[in-house]
Every structure is written in C-alpha cells, then in structure tokens.
C-alpha cells in the first residue's frame, strides 16, 4: 500500500521568509498528488494537484509545488509567507489502484509571526 | 451553496452508546467518504461510496458502519463507541471517482468518555 510521510510536524516562519515543506510517497506506478490546506477552524480544501504534465504546479495563494519522480517527490513552496498562511498543510496522493482512496500525510503546522 | 455539511458539529458520548453522524452534499458528487483526523496521523479513511447503494471499507472501518441509500447522504454510524473513537471526522465528497478532488465539510467533533 502507498504511504505518504512528511518531514516536518511544526514550522515556525516570520512573515517574508520563505517556504518548502517536504513530501514524499512510496508507490511505483503513476500517481496524482495534492496538497490540501486547513486553515483555524476551517475544513480542508484543495491547495493544488498534479496529475501529469508540467512537474511545477502553480497554487492558489502564490503556493506551487514541484513533483520531482526521481525523488518520489512533491514539496510545497511558497517565496514569502504570510500572517494568513498559518494552517495546517497535508500531502496526498492518489495512484491509479486506490479507485479515489486519497492517502494523506501526517500534517505540517505552519505558524507565521508577524 | 451549501457544499458538504456534516452534522452535528460536536458530540460527546459515554463508551457503549451509539450515534450517527450525518453528512448531506448537494452538488451530485457520486464518490463520498469518511475521514479521521487524529494529532499526528493526518486523515485516515474509514469508509467510502461511489454511488448510491455501494460502499466500501478504507483503511480504519473497525467500529463503524455507513449506508448509502440516495446520491446524498452518507451517514456514519458508531455502533458502540469507545474511546479510541475520539477524533474529529471529516465527510467528503468528489465529482468524480478517480480525481482525487475532495470537497470536505466543516467536521464533526467526538469526544467518548
């Protein structure tokens, strides 16, 4: 079964610093890749997905992602952060054997300090 | 547009008892699901459906039933709660199956006693 980790539980930023939080799945085949965001009292939405095509995917909010195969990789970036991106941010993948079985990772905590 | 809402938003219960949580989207979604979510572990699927009258077990259905009698409604039914049942659930739904597009509603907080 594919599994998704990701490296940090808690990232602590002041406003302006830049952003990557690590993802990485175990699984061979073709996958889809997400990552979702849940803001203070929130439900989740989607923050931005890869299903093929271009490995640097462009978000909502000035987020992108870069899938990187080779690496089993998919890790979030944003080039300055914000007082408004504190949340909690979950990777997910999807493969082509899960039939819409999303699996998540852990969760990052992103706290930003004005 | 209502989206996905789940009810009711909190809940505690003593262990043995039994409850359902509802969940309701509007948007003609066939695929629906039930996730935990538990510090540390991220979202866990219990059940899931990819239409009315189908479901399926994910990867923690232990203790929990669900039924899918209309496109709907996808209600969650713990049958004698416990403890380790404590966690927030999160319904969510998808236009289509194999997107991985997941429309989540607001959650549903249980604490068991």
């Known amino acids: 079964a594919q599994s998704v980790s990701q490296h940090n539980h808690h990232v602590i930023l002041s406003e302006a610093a830049s952003l990557e939080l690590g993802c990485n799945y175990s699984?061979?085949?073709?996958?889809?890749l997400f990552w979702y965001v849940q803001y203070p009292g929130q439900h989740l939405q989607l923050l931005l997905k890869?299903?093929?095509?271009?490995?640097l995917v462009k978000g909502i909010k000035g987020f992108e992602a870069e899938f990187i195969k080779s690496k089993f990789s998919f890790n979030l970036r944003k080039p300055s952060v914000q007082w408004s991106d504190t949340a909690e941010y979950f990777c997910?993948?999807?493969?082509?054997?899960?039939?819409?079985?999303?699996?998540f990772g852990q969760g990052t905590i992103l706290t930003v300090h004005p | 547009n209502a989206g996905v809402t789940q009810t009711p938003k909190f809940q505690v219960l003593k262990t043995g008892q039994s409850m359902t949580l509802q969940c309701a989207q509007d948007?003609?979604?066939?695929?629906m699901s039930w996730y935990r979510q538990d510090p540390g572990m991220g979202l866990r699927l219990i059940h899931y459906?990819?239409?009315?009258?189908?479901?399926d077990q994910g990867e923690v259905p232990n203790g929990y039933n669900v039924s899918r009698s209309t496109t709907e409604d996808f209600p969650l039914r713990l049958l004698s709660a416990a403890p380790s049942q404590t966690s927030v659930y999160f319904c969510?739904?998808?236009?289509?199956?194999?997107?991985?597009?997941?429309?989540f509603g607001e959650g549903s907080r249980l604490t068991v006693l």
């Open positions: 699984y061979g085949g073709t996958v889809n």
């Open positions: 997910a993948v999807l493969t082509r054997t899960s039939y819409g079985k999303l699996t």
């Open positions: 890869y299903f093929s095509g271009d490995p």
């Open positions: 969510a739904s998808s236009r289509i199956v194999r997107t991985g597009e997941l429309f």
């Open positions: 948007m003609n979604h066939e695929y």
């Open positions: 459906s990819v239409g009315a009258g189908i479901t």
